[in-house]
Each structure stands twice: as structure tokens, then as C-alpha cells.
């Protein structure tokens, strides 16, 4: 079976822009969550969807928001990014919302 | 709020010795525990759980670890290090509440290990 998949693997954008992150769980899970992590720490909590509902929202501003899809794939969306925002994000997947999670790749993000 | 503390930065190892990664956790509730690694430029590989039962718990290439709730310790553990078990490694905490709802996956900082040939 085919893992986590995340696009695109590297980006590129500029302070004030917005950039969408996409990811396909493995087949049959249902839960998606989205993780930042900065060079020199552990991934940090922002989304985690069950079932296409929130399940909970980690400490990030409004710019960030995301979305699943019937399909159970999903969308982290970030507007008006800012430096810090430079990160890697990862999108990890689960068949419920509590158990081990099973991580992708990661799409590294970098703000200038 | 549930945390994780991984105590050291990096540890190093002779391979062939036994390796020990410290983990210590605080939750309100109960604690579900899971380890990963990380490879560089690469996403995280879960290795183990902790949900219920058994205090020391096996999981992928070797590693085990044992859940101390005395302590609130999950150390990882594997009896003979491998220069390929170099890697960053992320200890990670859900405080189980039962009914209250269910709480975010949360990481320790992580520690880096380092096998000497």
C-alpha cells in the first residue's frame, strides 16, 4: 500500500502570500493531521480532521486553516505568510483519532 | 496541558552496546506514548506504542521500550546499537481523557543519536 503522500515537496514563496499544502492519507484512514516543524524542534500540533470534522486546532494564528475532503484527503492553507512561517510541514494520517499516526514526507516551505 | 521531555540533545554509542533514549511525560489523565524517528530531510517513522498492558512494549528494528508510570518515564531501548540507527529521534504523548474529548499528538524536542563505528 502506498504511504502518505504530500505535494509539492519544496516551495518557494514570498512574504504576504498564501500557499496551499496537499496531502492523500493511506487508504482506509480517516483522520489527517497537520504538523510544523522548525529546524531544531519537534513537529508542532495545528489541525487534526476526523471523519472531514475538525477534531482539534493546535496554537497557530487564523492564517492558517485547512480543510478534508469526502475522499479524506486534505488542504493546509496559510495566507499572508510571514518569515517564520519557513518550516516543514508534515501531514501524518490514522484510521481513528487516537492511535499511532503514520507520517509523509513533508513539503518544506520557505518564506523570503 | 500534556508535555514530553526529552532530557538530552544527542547521545552517543559504540555500536554493538546498548543504547537508552530518555523520555519523561505529564498528562492530567491517562497516557497514550509512541516513538518515532527521522531520518534526515525525510518525515517521521513510527517505531512503538504504549496504550494499556504490558510495561515494555516492542516495536521495529529492534527497539523496545518500557512505560515506568511511577516515573512517567517511556525510555526507548535497544540491546545492540547499529550504525544505521543514527537518526533524530521524537517521543510523543496523547493525554487520554476519557470522555472530556481527545487531546493533540504532542512531540518532545527530540534527541539526536549518534552510533560510532
Known amino acids: 500500500d502506498a504511504g502518505v503522500t504530500q505535494s509539492p515537496t519544496h516551495l518557494i514563496k514570498t512574504r504576504g502570500q498564501h500557499v496551499t499544502l496537499r496531502c492523500s492519507p493511506i487508504?482506509?484512514?480517516?483522520?489527517v493531521s497537520w504538523y510544523q516543524q522548525v529546524l531544531g524542534q519537534g513537529p508542532q500540533f495545528i489541525f487534526q480532521y476526523y471523519e472531514k470534522e475538525e477534531r482539534g486546532r493546535g496554537n497557530f494564528p487564523d492564517r492558517f486553516s485547512a480543510r478534508q475532503f469526502p475522499n479524506y484527503s486534505s488542504e493546509l492553507n496559510v495566507n499572508a505568510l510571514l518569515l517564520g512561517d519557513s518550516a516543514l510541514y508534515l501531514c501524518a494520517s490514522s484510521p481513528t483519532d487516537i492511535y499511532e499516526q503514520y507520517f509523509g514526507p513533508g513539503t518544506r516551505l520557505t518564506v523570503t | 496541558a500534556q508535555s514530553v521531555a526529552q532530557p538530552e540533545d544527542q547521545v552517543n554509542v559504540a555500536e554493538g552496546n546498548p543504547l537508552t533514549v530518555k523520555c519523561t511525560y505529564s498528562?492530567?489523565?491517562?497516557?497514550?506514548l509512541f516513538w518515532y524517528v527521522q531520518y534526515p530531510n525525510r518525515g517521521l517513522q513510527f517505531l512503538l506504542k504504549?496504550?494499556?498492558?504490558?510495561?515494555l512494549v516492542k516495536g521495529s528494528y529492534g527497539f523496545e521500550a518500557e512505560f515506568n508510570k511511577s516515573q512517567t518515564s517511556f525510555h526507548l531501548k535497544k540491546p545492540s546499537a547499529l550504525v544505521s540507527d543514527s537518526a533524530l529521534y521524537f517521543c510523543?504523548?496523547?493525554?487520554?481523557?476519557?470522555?472530556?474529548?481527545?487531546?493533540?499528538?504532542?512531540f518532545g524536542k527530540g534527541t539526536r543519536l549518534s552510533v560510532i563505528a
Open positions: 504504549y496504550i494499556t498492558g504490558d510495561n
Open positions: 510523543a504523548v496523547r493525554d487520554i481523557k476519557g470522555n472530556s474529548g481527545n487531546t493533540p499528538l504532542v
Open positions: 498528562v492530567s489523565g491517562n497516557p497514550y
Open positions: 487508504s482506509g484512514h480517516k483522520s
